[in-house]
Every structure is written in C-alpha cells, then in structure tokens.
C-alpha cells in the first residue's frame, strides 16, 4: 500500500508540475528548426506559421535554419534539445517519413525521439508527362507502360526523394515498369522533360503548373486523397484509376519526446487555428497546398502509418542509400 501510495503522490506532483510550467508557458523565445536553407518551401511554410504564433504565445518565434544530409542535421538537433515547449521542429516526408527507411544509422527516431503537434498541410505532386507521349489518363499511362515495360522513363529530382518514390509507389500499386532517371535537383529533371529525354515525372504542382499552361507538359492527375482547389479539373491518381493511392510532400510541427503534454496540446490548438485561418488557408490553397490543421494524437497516427508505408515501397523497390 505504501508503494502504491508513494507512486500516486509522484504522480500527482509530475501532473502538477506539467500544469504549472503549461500555465507559465512560454517564458522565452521559442525556437522553430527548419532543416532546409532560406528561401524554399519549407521556409516559406515555417515562416508563415511562425509569424502567427508569435503573437498568440506572446513570444518570438525565432525560425532556425540548419540545412544539410536531406534533412538530417535539422532533426538530430531538434532531437537532442531540451523537452520543454521552446523548440519546435519543421518536419517533413523526408524526415519523418522517408530518411528513416533509407538510412540505417540515422542519428534519431521519428516517433521514440518526436512528439506530434499539428500537421499544417500536404503538398500533392502533380503527374506530368511530356506532350510526345500519347496519353491524357492515369488509366492511359498504366496501359502503355503495361504494353512497353521499361520503354517509358521517369524523372526525379534525386534517388530516394519524395518524386523518385511517388512513382515507385505507382509502380508497385499498377504492376508497370518504368525506368527511373534520376538528377541532382530540380532544375536539370526539368530541362529534359521538356526536351522529351525523359517522358513523366511526378512533381511539385508550383514547379509544374506554368509548364502546363504553357502546353509544354501536360497534367494528368495529382497524388493526394483529393483535388486541389487550385486545380479542380485535375483528378487524383485514386480518381484515375488506382483506388487507394496517395502521397506527396506535408509540412508539420513536432518537438522534441517528452515535452509537457499540456504544452504540446497548446501549441496543437493554436498551430491547427492558424492552419485553418482565411487567410494562411488562402495562401497555402493558392499555391496548390493542402491545408489541414491536424490534432497531436492525428499527426503521430499519420507519421506512423507514412513509415510503414515508405517501408514497403523502399524494400519493394530495393532502394537504398547507405
């Protein structure tokens, strides 16, 4: 009965001192990581929820970026500081999703070392191809890769990312073979899908889109769970044909295990209500995002089944980096 009561009291004062340091909560200026340089889409992203939540914790909100090894330095840091509310983390498919099954000795653990916050939104890819291959349907492209196996290439902006395995997942959800052609970023993939050197590639609807309208490329679906308010006519893979596909890129915020449960339900709320505010929603719907706005408990669910998920692509793949 003593132990029994000694581990309630310990209890009682642990609950109470989350209570107290909630209530105090914040007391400084809070940190947010960024695991990419300045300037792109997770800045932009970062930044946007940053400069919301200062005034609503009554604190700065102090973006940090720290780029480098697709990611890795940003999260190894934020998952070494300290448990307490006052640093944040920008993370993404690649942190959280993809790095992990790629890289046997990655320096943390997506889910022992990080507790979700909110999920701030998903970034479908666009499926493009280039105007010489004879398809307009997702139903079209499996059709003539079934009919040609390995005569159709791909493209991607690096092995292992988020467009290579989009379509590795496409591959495997369709029983196609493509040929995957990968290049050291963006820029390079582009110039020779527009060239007609490679014929498709799944990639980010902001970098895609001015090609579309231009008819230099044409779009056939996008990746998510549904259409984008940017792009309405443009139906999802899963529409297309290829019940029960999705991915894409998604921006979310976690901190650091073991932080304060009322400060990480905090920060959820006010991090979701900013999400879904007219105006970040506007933003973020313009630029062909998704936004969501989720609780902690759904963004933990939702890292949890993306790992699961990236690890039977990557092993049905055979993709490895180390």
Known sequence: ?????????????????????????????????????????NDTIARLIGQKLAPVLGQQVLVDNRPGAGGTIGAELAAKAPADGYTLFLAGVASHGINPNLRKKLPYDPVRDFNGVSLIASAPLLVVVHPSLPVKTVKQLIALAKARPGAINFASNGAGGSSHLAVELFKMMTGTDMVHVPY?????ALTDLLSGQVQVMFSSAVAMLPQVRAGRLRAI??????????????????????????TGSWYGIVVPARTPRPVIERLGREVAAITRSPEISGRLTAEAVIPVGSTPDEFDAYI????????RVIAAAKITLD
């Open 1 to 41: 009965m003593k132990r029994s009561a000694s581990i309630l009291l310990l209890c009682a004062v642990a609950a109470a001192g989350s209570a107290a340091l909630a209530q105090d909560y914040p007391a400084k200026p809070v940190r947010l990581i960024v695991p990419f340089p300045p300037g792109g889409g």
């Open 184 to 188: 050291k970023g963006l820029s390079s």
């Open 304 to 311: 949890r089944k993306g790992l699961a998920r990236w690890a």
């Open 221 to 246: 679906a996008m990746t998510g769970n549904k259409r984008s308010p940017a792009i309405p006519d443009i139906p999802t893979v899963a529409e297309a044909g290829v019940p029960g596909y999705e």
